[in-house]
């Protein structure tokens, strides 16, 4: 039996670091109530494989809906295998609370092995092995913890506190305490290192992994791409599929722009990330929140719902972006340019972001953010000397570069490339109309050229509300770019695109629109339920389908006779029943005669021993007991055993042997 309390301390801490504090809880005050009760439950040997058989039920069931539908936290099967380990205490919860509240105190093993079951019904006398599952329970409680995935020390803190509290009970007293105490702290820190370092040593190994395959994919099929290219958005503008869901925290206004990454080296047509490796971030308690900065994050949030393909992508945030929250995933990374991605997540995940002041995620400006390509030099430089940007401060520079080109250049959804000079030269100087690609690029050099660092970003505008489903929708047209300046030392997002993209874009959308609106709904509806999103999960469902299960087993062991705590721990004291012939006089003479120094040899049959003495002419009258042995073999192993007069014989020719024995040792001491 466990020491009291620390079983429920167990299941406690495992809801803690899983996020299932409530049912933990409730499951904790279950088993620990055990110890206050005054009576337990007779339960049969068939009682505990019924419930062994529902536990293996709800095991099977959740398994395949995981490994079938991606599961409620992460997707894939190794994200399965995740979140089935941490259910895992819960549903065998049946078994260890019956356990509990039951006469034996131990669980029949044949509720775990169908080979004992099947032994059982083959013998008359079935065997009574059990196992007391209190501290395998507590070890597994344990273990599925571990699984959240929460690496903070508390949850190295509270294994060596809980197995020092198993332990303690059980301690030599050849030592002092104090002895005890410090050889624990000892190894427990001792431990933390060596997990520390092996934990560096697998994510280098990782990380070298990822990088090794990434180099050998096509960077087409890579969701987490380092270059993108003008016209790239402007292919997905056709599309009216929708991307993203925002709501908005009550009373305000939902962010006009969502980053997904940024590029700071231009070589025409391409942007690319330089200098953009992801680093590691980790979850606060619980496992769904991703702090992105130090430091306390403002309460105002907006939420996001997006689709990750085979569940990695890139996560559209808003501008300064400290925290985020209610996140499932397994691994979430950063790089310096702004952009956050997942590596193992849902299909669809919903999280809420909150803001700050500055812009934590991106880090300083270097000379790439200085850079202007030698084909662009000219025109830009050009376009910064009519602007007289020179020598006015940064703010200002913004301001004058967002006026010229929301006033002497306009929108369009197509542009032509040029023949014999770059597309934005073409752009600056002769055609002025382009898409947003072109604004944003050219807003990007010209702020350099007048010695502003700056950044090329791409995402989304959030701008349509859809009463159908009462929050923004953002869909593939509303893909964007813009860029980024450093004023004041933060970076600061500068959208210098005509206003009237948008309505442009909208004029040209599919008379179906409405009619594609009310399927995509549909579908994301159905993905929420699938994939356990808010209060829509399926998990609640599958609750829901057990109760009638749990119902009738419960009313089935309803009836099982409840007998006194106090009877029943004392019937526990008495000695286990003996093997038939255990309690034959035969073992009087085998304990005489080894006190003598003439006791059979280990394994040696009684004839062969009988023998023995016969040839070394021990005084034993080895025909009597010959005799004797054959009478004491029937009785301990013929199935039939043997009747009421030959037990009194035999009870009766040991007897008369050992008064023999004794007449005759009483002659030699007088002689």
């Not at 904790?28 to 206050?36: D, I, P, Q, S, T």
């Not at 991605?341 to 300083?364: F, I, Q």
């Not at 959030?462 to 813009?482: D, G, K, M, N, P």
């Amino acid at each position: 039996m466990t020491p009291p309390v620390l079983l429920g301390a167990a299941v406690v801490f495992w809801g803690w670091e899983t996020g299932l504090l409530l049912p933990a809880t409730a499951l904790a005050v279950l088993l620990e109530g055990a110890r206050a009760v005054a009576w337990r439950v007779d339960f049969s040997r068939r009682d505990f494989h019924r419930i062994s058989d529902l536990c293996t039920v709800v095991f099977a069931g959740s398994a395949v809906y995981l490994f079938t539908a991606s599961g409620t936290r992460v997707a894939g099967a190794p994200g399965a295998m995740t979140v089935l380990f941490q259910w895992l205490p819960l549903l065998v919860a049946p078994l260890v609370v019956c356990q509990a509240y039951s006469t034996a105190g131990k669980v029949d093993l044949g509720a775990f092995l169908w080979a004992y079951r099947k032994k059982a019904a083959d013998e008359r006398d079935p065997s009574t092995d059990a196992l007391d599952v209190a501290y395998p329970y507590g070890v597994l409680c344990v273990l599925s913890a571990s699984a959240a995935n929460v690496r903070t020390p508390v949850y190295y803190a509270a294994v060596c506190l809980l197995t020092a509290w198993a332990l303690w009970v059980v301690r030599s007293p050849r030592f002092s305490p104090l002895w005890w105490v410090a050889s624990l702290a000892v190894a427990s820190v001792a431990g933390y290192g060596g997990h520390v370092a092996l934990h560096r040593v697998q994510q280098t190994l990782e990380e070298m992994a990822f990088e090794y395959i990434s180099s050998l994919v096509r960077r087409d099929t890579d969701p987490f791409r380092s270059a993108t290219a003008i016209g790239h958005l402007g292919r997905l503008k056709l599309s009216d599929r929708i991307l993203l869901r925002v709501t908005p925290a009550a009373g305000q206004a939902p962010p006009f722009l969502l980053r997904e990454a940024s590029y700071n080296v231009y070589n025409s047509p391409a942007w690319f990330a330089v200098g953009a490796a992801f680093t590691s971030v980790q979850p606060e308690a619980g496992g769904e929140t991703w702090k992105l900065a130090p430091g306390p994050a403002p309460e105002a949030s907006v939420g996001v719902s997006v689709y990750l393909p085979r569940g990695r992508g890139v996560l559209p945030l808003p501008a300064r972006a400290m925290e985020i929250d209610k996140l499932a995933v397994v691994r979430l990374s950063k790089n310096p340019l702004g952009a956050v991605r997942v590596d193992e997540g849902l299909g669809l995940v919903t999280y809420r972001v909150r803001v700050g002041p500055d812009a934590p995620l991106d880090a300083p400006p270097t000379g790439f953010d200085m850079a202007v390509p030698a084909a662009e030099a000219v025109a830009v430089a050009r376009i910064a000397a009519d602007l007289g940007l020179a020598g006015r401060p940064p703010a200002e520079r913004l301001a004058a570069v967002a006026a010229f080109f929301r006033t002497r250049f306009r929108y369009s959804t197509y542009a032509d490339r040029p023949l014999g000079q770059s597309p934005l030269e073409d752009f600056l100087l002769r055609r002025r109309s382009g898409h947003c690609e072109y604004f944003a690029t050219a807003t990007v050099l010209v702020l350099r050229a007048a010695g502003v660092p700056a950044r090329y970003a791409t995402g989304y505008s959030v701008q349509e509300w859809s009463r159908l489903e009462q929050r923004y929708v953002v869909r593939a047209r509303h893909a964007h770019s813009w860029a980024l300046g450093w004023v004041e030392g933060a970076w600061r997002d500068l959208d210098t695109t005509p206003p009237v993209w948008a309505d442009e874009e909208a004029a040209v959308a599919s008379a179906f629109e409405p009619v594609s609106d009310v399927g995509s709904w549909a579908v994301f509806l159905f993905s929420r339920w699938r994939y356990g999103e808010g209060e829509e999960g399926v998990a609640r469902y599958l609750v829901w389908l057990l109760v009638p299960l749990v119902l009738g087993l419960a009313w089935r062991l309803y009836g099982r006779r409840r007998i006194g705590r106090v009877t029943t721990e004392a019937a526990r004291d008495e000695p286990a029943p003996r093997h038939a012939g255990a309690d034959s006089e035969f073992y009087l003479i085998a304990d005489r005669l080894a006190a003598a120094g003439l006791g059979r040899g280990p394994a040696e049959p009684v004839s062969t021993w009988i023998d023995r003495l016969e040839a070394a002419h021990a005084p034993v009258t080895a025909d009597a007991l010959r005799g004797i042995a054959e009478l004491h073999y029937r009785y301990r192993f013929d199935p039939a055993g043997i009747g009421v007069d030959e037990r009194h014989a035999l009870r009766a020719r040991v007897e008369a042997w050992l008064a023999e024995r004794a007449g005759a040792a009483r002659a030699r001491a007088h002689d």
